[in-house]
């Protein structure tokens, strides 16, 4: 398991590796803002088989950027200049998850900031998205910008791992 | 304005599969009552299961629309992680409809069209014996069985 695990992430340091010699920087660390090519990657749960469906043409549902309770500074993304996609879908408690994948600027051009907000405890490349975070009690027009934003994000998101359904 | 014809009444491929004999209406019930056993956390990422009320009025909702000849089953039934209920409907170019029941007794409806800004609108359940009030969006929406 270890050696599957070494060969994923040896894939981010090489994608990393790669991206430092064509930006010219000698150094990358999790904390440097996010470039505007960067892949950041998402979870999407896999325990209903609805939130993936490829026969449709957005395949990915809205839900997927919806924040929990816990998604108080947004909801979370990861880059893959850091963690490889496989590694993502088998973290947290339920895994197998899907993973999708979305260019940063691509989000940025929705209107929002992804904000690199590592987390020494979770995966390495931990990313925030302040414009989705959680509100316990949003005002109407809260509640609509965060829907538009979420129809936003699927129409630029493409599935990388689709694991068989739980 | 702009009319769309709505190709609707395609269910979910995974859910096809592990449910292959069941009609897309069928379906969509089975996966509804499926989120009344949904409990906190079911996603493993935190995310919270649905209130019974609300998961009641999307049973309402679904009744009436499937009860309803212009009305096809919807591309998708969520229960998402903030604990609304959402049906999609979808058509082969990828603009989609959406209702989200996120409390008891309110629907809220959104049309987006791809690379548009969305349309919203809010209704209580409707009246089964009317038409569904689509069309009060700045876009004229009507059905056509695919």
Known sequence: ?166 | MTEITWRLGSSSTNAALTMPELEPWELHFVQLRSFYRLEDDWDGLGGSAPLAGVVDTAFALLTAFQKHPDVEAPSRVIASPSGSVIFEWQTPDGHRLEAEISEPGLVEYCLKQLGTDPVFWEEPLPDRRKKPSWGRSSTAVTSEAA
Do not use: C
């Open chain 1, 1 to 166: 398991m270890g050696a599957v695990v070494y060969g994923r992430d040896f894939r981010s340091r090489l994608g990393r590796f790669i991206h430092r010699l064509i930006a010219f920087v000698p150094h990358m660390s999790e904390d440097d803002p996010i470039g505007p090519d960067e892949w950041l990657l998402r979870r999407v749960p896999n325990r209903q088989p609805d939130y993936f469906n490829p026969a449709l043409a957005v395949p990915v549902a809205s839900a997927a950027f919806a924040p929990t309770k816990y998604d108080t500074d947004g909801i979370s993304f990861f880059r893959e200049l850091f963690v490889a996609p496989e590694t993502v879908s088998m973290s947290g408690t339920k895994p197998p998850y899907i993973v999708v994948r979305l260019r940063s600027s691509g989000i940025v051009a929705l209107g929002m900031t992804p904000t690199a907000t590592p987390d020494k405890a979770g995966l390495p490349g931990h990313v925030s998205l302040p414009e989705l975070a959680y509100i316990p009690k949003p005002t109407e027009g809260e509640r609509k910008r965060q829907t538009g934003f979420r129809l936003g994000l699927v129409e630029i998101a493409v599935a990388v791992i689709v694991p068989t359904a739980v």
